[in-house]
């Protein structure tokens, strides 16, 4: 089973950007889908974006359309999530999440057990 480790969160102004990382502790992704996910408080945690393992295709929710950007290494140990525009609604945590099947040719799946590691998540604060 992966370890996740997310790293790069923080406060950033309206306006701003930043760029979240995603590690899997010792090993590389191989074909995994991975995505992003956030839960602001009081709120359900709800996917941000997601990249196919098998041809990289990518899944953004309606919200962040244009803003972010997901992508992966070329060796495949890491994925990123680059934000800009960044918005006082996007504050939350955001969760880095490894499966198969949940983000396909650009369609995301909600199924639980299609995710099968999560990582701690990493604070996004958007405030001025």
């Known amino acids: 089973q992966l370890q996740l480790v997310e790293s790069g969160g923080g406060l950033v102004q309206p306006g701003g950007s930043l760029s979240l990382s995603c590690t899997a502790s010792?090993?590389?992704?191989?074909?995994?889908?991975v995505g992003w996910f956030r839960q602001a408080p009081g709120k359900e945690r709800e996917v941000v974006s997601c990249?196919?393992?098998?041809?990289?295709?990518?899944y953004y929710t309606d919200s962040v359309k244009g803003r972010f950007t997901i992508s992966r290494n070329t060796i495949r140990t890491a994925v990123y999530l680059q934000m800009s525009g960044l918005e006082p609604a996007d504050t939350a945590t955001y969760y880095c999440?490894?499966?198969?099947?949940?983000?396909?040719?650009?369609?995301?799946?909600?199924?639980?057990?299609?995710?099968?590691?999560w990582g701690h998540g990493t604070q996004v604060t958007v405030s001025s």
């Open positions: 010792g090993r590389t992704f191989d074909y995994y889908t």
């Open positions: 999440a490894a499966g198969l099947g949940f983000c396909i040719r650009g369609n995301y799946y909600s199924d639980p057990t299609l995710v099968y590691s």
């Open positions: 990249i196919d393992g098998t041809d990289d295709s990518e």
